[in-house]
């Protein structure tokens, strides 16, 4: 694949077989993330799917069908999560969901009163860079947690293997296959590890058994159709439960403060995904956007009993190893993840995927976003022979892969938060702020970096 090469560009349409298929990719890379918050959590997994199709979907309208971001559970919220379920059970976890969708709202509609030019300000490529570094080797410990221990947390050479099997696939896949095969790495990488898992005697068909056993018993159209589809279990405001009966305050307290920390990953998430496609989404369509389109994604998965969405860094990864940017192949996954959510053996089959397939992928996808980060710092020719930018770069580095944190009571500040904090706060005020935006090219695309090198040297 060529450096430049972009195979679907965000408002390209793919033909109808691509398209599944490149869905399809989208889907598996986001699949056991977005289940596995509501297994920890105690919620359900086919509603999870279905809120994340349709945070996804509206995601999209806001945002105007221009950026292409998969929203799925977000793993932030799980300690608040845990906290609003013991002190209200699930409308309490809603209603918490809720507030907490209503804060990014909010912070929606400063940015569009004020704009995003401050947010460059504060956050130049020496703070980004390594912040995007960080995001990529914060999940590096889970992609290799599931790539080398069994459901019971043991190591297990076996696992280890069937990561290694798919991850050979997805790269063998990437550098060396033509055409089609060259686009969908990872869909092909989690096929052959699940085929190999298959082989080790490691994946439970038990699930899958018994719903084929189901289907196959059925008499009737009726009956069949009845032991397809699955209605998943909703948990819906004013017909499962009343709001009025939740404690707000204590929810509030609970959930409120950690929209603050995921607006900031979301913010690291909107830089990542800007240089992986070459378009600066922050300023088209707008940070308000993204950020008020997440929110409403996390409105309506608390209006269905799910977790609350995040961006994903596992498709921002597919993104980056594919050059597939088309929004239609993102909406193509939610539709798909709506309608497995309602069909229990699909949802079986991909839930049964081991967990080391997908630490293979991830280890991967992860290393890519955090090679994104260097490569800002590189593009923009950051000097890290200068003091300054050695110090804000060496100490977000540390405090965001280190785990540093800060936690009062149940509010707590992630350390990939608390790492972009510490190095915005020392960017404000350490001398020689000028030496942080290097060559200023941070959302440029290389073709207008070029063009500008031309128009430089013709002058």
Request: charged letters at 10%; glycine letters at 12%; aromatic letters at 8%.
């Amino acid at each position: 694949m060529k450096k430049n090469q972009v195979n679907l560009g965000v408002r390209e349409v793919p033909s109808i077989p691509k398209w599944i298929a490149l869905s399809l990719q989208h889907l598996f890379a986001m699949f056991g993330a977005t289940i596995l918050v509501p297994f920890l959590t105690g919620l359900s997994p086919a509603v999870a799917l279905v809120s994340s199709g349709v945070g996804t979907l509206a995601y999209m309208a806001i945002t105007k069908g221009r950026i292409p971001a998969y929203l799925g559970s977000s793993f932030a919220f799980i300690p608040p999560i845990i906290a609003a379920d013991q002190a209200a059970g699930v409308p309490g976890i809603m209603m918490g969901s809720l507030m907490a969708g209503l804060v990014y709202g909010v912070v929606a509609l400063l940015i569009k009163g004020f704009g995003t030019k401050w947010i460059m300000k504060i956050l130049p490529p020496v703070v980004v860079g390594p912040v995007i570094i960080v995001i990529g080797l914060g999940l590096a410990s889970t992609a290799v947690d599931m790539a080398m221990n069994d459901s019971e947390g043991n190591y297990s050479l076996t696992f280890m293997m069937i990561a290694a099997v798919t991850l050979g696939l997805t790269i063998i896949a990437s550098l060396f296959f033509k055409g089609f095969m060259n686009i969908i790495p990872v869909l092909f990488g989690i096929t052959g590890g699940y085929l190999f898992a298959l082989t080790q005697g490691v994946v439970d068909t038990s699930g899958i058994a018994a719903e084929w056993n189901q289907i196959t018993s059925a008499t009737g159209l009726v009956s069949f159709l009845g032991s397809v589809f699955q209605m998943p279990d909703f948990t819906v405001p004013f017909v499962d439960f009343t709001p009025g009966s939740v404690p707000f305050a204590e929810i509030a307290l609970i959930m409120v403060p950690i929209a603050f920390v995921t607006i900031a990953e979301h913010i690291g998430d909107q830089m990542v995904l800007s240089k992986v496609v070459g378009q600066n989404f922050l300023e088209k369509p707008g940070l308000h956007r993204s950020i008020a389109g997440d929110g409403i994604a996390t409105v309506l998965a608390s209006c269905l009993g799910g977790p609350p969405n995040t961006t994903y860094g596992e498709n921002i990864g597919v993104l980056a190893i594919t050059k597939v940017f088309s929004v239609f192949v993102i909406g193509g996954a939610a539709v798909t993840a709506i309608f497995f959510g309602f069909i229990g053996i699909v949802t079986e089959v991909i839930g049964a995927i081991p967990s080391a397939v997908m630490g293979g992928v991830s280890i991967l996808l992860f290393g890519i976003i955090a090679s994104s980060g260097l490569r800002m710092l590189i593009d923009n020719n950051i000097d890290l022979g200068d003091k300054r930018n050695l110090i804000i770069s060496s100490v977000i580095l540390v405090i965001g892969v280190g785990g540093a944190k800060i936690q009062i009571a149940d509010f707590e500040v992630s350390s990939m938060a608390l790492a972009t904090i510490v190095g915005v706060i020392l960017n404000l005020f350490l001398p020689g702020r000028e030496s942080a935006y290097g060559n200023g090219n941070m959302f440029k695309t290389e073709e207008q970096t070029e063009a500008e090198k031309s128009d430089d040297s013709a002058a």
